[in-house]
């Protein structure tokens, strides 16, 4: 199972995550951004920023390899490649 390291780069209109992702084959570093309301609509405020992009990464770690994961990129983005992606991240942070 891989390793998600989230840490919080900058925090102006909501944030911007530095993720790295290490297993057996290696890491991949990503930054991505995350907009207040779209953190409030995803999550409801239940949980932290950094805790929606760690879901987030599972859920797309899930999905695809680390090294297919864009190197930067807004998380409204996953919803295009993963149309589920809005549906299955709310039920993760609720359980």
């Known amino acids: 199972m891989a390793q998600i390291d989230v840490r919080m780069a900058s925090d102006d209109a909501g944030w911007v995550f530095q993720v790295t992702v290490t297993d057996g084959d290696g890491q991949t570093t990503h930054r991505v951004a995350v ?12 949980c932290p920023p950094e805790e929606l992009v760690r879901r987030s990464f599972e859920f797309l770690l899930e999905r695809e390899p680390k090294e297919s994961i864009l190197r930067e990129f807004d998380i409204t983005v996953i919803s295009r490649y993963f149309p589920d992606y809005e549906r299955e991240l709310r039920k993760r942070i609720r359980a």
């Open 35 to 46: 907009a207040l309301e779209t953190y409030e609509r995803l999550t409801g405020q239940v």
